[in-house]
Structures are given as structure tokens and as C-alpha cells.
């Protein structure tokens, strides 16, 4: 598992526009709040998307950008963004490589079969890259504010 002061895990992914998105080209310019969900357009997923969103424009004026990550591809992320106008950003790791480097994925087995699950995590990357928090396995109620409030102190 990561921990605070940890250098975050550089990845590259493709948001909901397809347009990839770097964790280095916000260094030095922007603190990143990158959160890690299970599915698009589930009813947990969809609040804390749209908690996000609504926030968005306090998480800029501290200087964050809000990142979104989850297992769905951009197809699925460009639809769920538009039927609830979400403002955040969504980027897709279809084979759960950034999942993996962040210590989010986990093992379950549903039926009989072993499958890939996303632990809702949420890490606050700092403008020079490093974690300034680490959240693993939070709860949705609340948790954006949380994160706002965090950010705040950077």
C-alpha cells in the first residue's frame, strides 16, 4: 500500500474524450485529487461523481484538479458524464494497471468466481507528485467535502 510522502505512480490514461491525461503534466502547476471508483452510473459511484462535481470549482480555486478512475471504458465514462453533467474529469484503465500501482484493486469472489474489484480509495497528490493523503476504503457520504477540506490545508 502507498503511504503519505510516497512519489504518486506516474500513469497515462484516456479520458471520457478519448484526450490522454498525464499525472506529469500537472506537476509543478496543479495538487491532483485522484479517486478510484467501481463502476460508471452505479448509485454510490454516481453520488460521489456528482460530489465532486459540485466542488469542482472549489478544488480550482485551491489549485487541484479532480481525477476520477475506474475500470469502465471511455465510451461508458463519456455517457455517464453526460447524463448527470458531471464536470470532473474520467479517465479509463480498462486493464487496471494504474489500479494496480495504486494498491486499489482487490480480489473477491462472487459466485464462485474470483473476480477484479475496485477498493474506493481516493490519494491527494501534492504539486511536486508526492501523496500528501492516502484514503483507501472510504465512504462515500461526505467524502468530497472531506477531500476539499484537505486540500485546503496544502
Do not use: W
Amino acid at each position: 500500500m502507498l503511504k503519505i510522502g510516497d512519489a504518486a505512480p506516474d500513469f497515462e490514461l484516456p479520458d471520457a474524450e478519448m484526450e490522454s491525461v498525464s499525472l506529469a503534466s500537472f506537476r509543478g502547476r496543479h495538487h491532483v485529487v485522484l479517486y478510484f471508483y467501481q463502476r460508471d452510473d452505479t448509485p454510490s459511484c454516481t453520488l460521489e461523481a456528482i460530489d465532486f462535481s459540485e466542488r469542482d470549482d472549489n478544488f480550482r480555486r485551491h489549485g487541484a484538479v479532480v481525477l476520477g478512475v475506474s475500470m469502465d471504458d471511455c465510451l461508458a465514462h463519456g455517457s455517464f458524464r453526460d447524463k448527470h453533467g458531471l464536470s470532473v474529469s474520467l479517465l479509463s484503465d480498462v486493464e487496471g494497471e494504474v489500479c494496480e500501482s495504486y494498491g486499489v484493486l482487490q480480489h473477491k469472489t462472487v459466485d464462485g468466481q474470483s473476480r477484479r474489484c475496485i477498493q474506493r480509495s481516493t490519494f491527494i497528490i501534492d504539486k511536486n507528485g508526492c501523496l500528501a493523503h492516502v484514503l483507501y476504503g472510504v465512504n462515500v457520504k461526505g467524502h468530497a467535502a472531506e477531500v476539499l477540506n484537505l486540500v485546503k490545508e496544502l
